[in-house]
């Protein structure tokens, strides 16, 4: 104040509140572009996580289901390519591991029809010459004894061709009537044995 007079100094502000107003909307620009930038970088790497994960429960999920040959592609030298390379060695090692057991089996099943149809001629000849001996009793427990290798040779010989046919036809069982079935078909013997003893 002079003496009585007040003095005032009027200056625009326009050019302040335009610098402001440009220096706000480049703020919000730049944190826009941050988010957006933050978000698709996100969006990327869980992508490149997620999905060779998911290809690969895919895959197990195949392989599960017999499929054998199903496997991963591998691209790259990261630690999904890694995991892929390791996935295809551990498929490819059950593949070979299955293919075994399937020769096996098959080397099985034709090791016993070969062995109980080759046991039935002697057998037969055996029965023929026990025949032949005079009664008593050493007649009589030859013939329980050739009974009893006969009763096992021809369940050897069932065995082999249920065998046969679970191999040839690979559906799936019901495991209570298939164990119903053979109960009945084996409570004969059952019978016999305990009768014996």
Known sequence: MVGTYQLFFLYPLQAEQDRLDFLLRTLGFGAGALVLLLGSTTWLVTRQTVLPVRRAAQVAERLANGQLTERMTVQGEDEMATLAHSFNEMAASLQDQIRRLEELSTLQRRFV??????????????????????????????????????????????????????????????????????CEEMAPDAVRRKRAI
């Open 113 to 182: 029809s070969d062995v109980s149809h080759e046991l039935r001629t002697p057998l037969a000849v055996m029965l023929l010459e026990v025949a032949e001996l005079p009664d008593g009793p050493e007649r009589q427990q030859l013939m329980e004894e050739l009974g009893g290798l006969g009763r096992l040779v021809n369940e050897m010989l069932r065995f082999a061709q249920a065998e046969e046919v679970l191999a040839s036809a690979p559906e799936p069982v019901n495991l209570t009537a298939t164990a119903r079935k053979v």
